[in-house]
């Protein structure tokens, strides 16, 4: 059973960089039959897809968020992290790091989720 | 972006009752539509997936349908663990989005 976790700081001031690590157990990160992804929730709100990333490092972001948004993976620790850089209050969120399966096109493992709140 | 809207946004209904819950794509999607469910302060679990596909481990009490644009849920007789906020996602294309969910309240 995969199993993910996210980790990093709950608190971030504004027009610094939020970032977040989400650690894969269970399973191996360099599976061909998973991108690994992110997916925020404002307090009260729905949910908003941040982007993924394949094992091999290819990357795809939402265009809302793509000139703030790095996605990286380190195979070697199983893990994969969040950069969202100059965030605003806007960027309060609950985030999520989820596995979506490449081969039936869904998120089907979540971790807890984090609440990043960003504040001075 | 494909916008998702779900209805209704909230619905309350009793214990024993049936639910449908619907979610229309503004453009055609095929079947590339999950369901989701969300409970207080807990990560989203798929329902379904593939517009009509019950995730192993699922209750059978629940069934989707749907092709093209409209899509829907449907809950056959409600237990008090479904209470919660339900939400559709198209993966037809990037980037993914959700509907703005549902939220079935006990009446």
């Known amino acids: 059973q995969v199993q993910l976790q996210e980790s990093g700081p709950g608190l971030v001031k504004p027009s610094q960089t939020l970032s977040l690590t989400c650690t894969v157990s269970?399973?191996?990160?360099?599976?061909?039959?998973?991108?690994w992804s992110w997916i925020r929730q404002p307090p009260g709100k729905g949910l908003e897809w941040i982007g993924y990333?394949?094992?091999?490092?290819?990357?795809y972001y939402n265009p809302s968020l793509e000139s703030r948004v790095t996605i990286s993976i380190d195979t070697s620790q199983n893990q994969f992290s969040l950069k969202l850089s100059s965030v605003t209050a806007a960027d309060t969120a609950v985030y999520y790091c989820?596995?979506?399966?490449?081969?039936?096109?869904?998120?089907?493992?979540w971790g807890q989720g984090t609440l990043v709140t960003v504040s001075s | 972006d494909i916008h998702m809207t779900q209805s209704p946004s909230s619905l309350s209904a009793s214990v024993g009752d049936r639910v449908t819950i619907t979610c229309r794509a503004s453009?055609?999607?095929?079947?590339?539509l999950n369901w989701y469910q969300q409970k207080l302060g807990k990560a989203p679990k798929l329902l379904i997936y593939?517009?009509?596909s019950l995730q192993s481990g699922v209750p059978s009490r629940f069934s989707g349908s749907g092709f093209g644009v409209d899509f829907t849920l449907t809950i056959s007789s409600l237990q008090p663990e479904d209470f919660a906020t339900y939400y559709c996602?198209?993966?037809?294309?990037?980037?993914?989005?959700f509907g703005q969910g549902t939220k079935l309240e006990i009446k």
């Open positions: 989820a596995r979506h399966s490449s081969t039936s096109s869904y998120f089907d493992y």
């Open positions: 269970g399973g191996s990160i360099s599976s061909g039959d998973s991108y």
């Open positions: 990333i394949y094992y091999s490092g290819s990357a």
């Open positions: 453009q055609s999607i095929s079947n590339y």
């Open positions: 593939a517009a009509s």
């Open positions: 996602q198209q993966s037809y294309i990037t980037p993914q989005t």
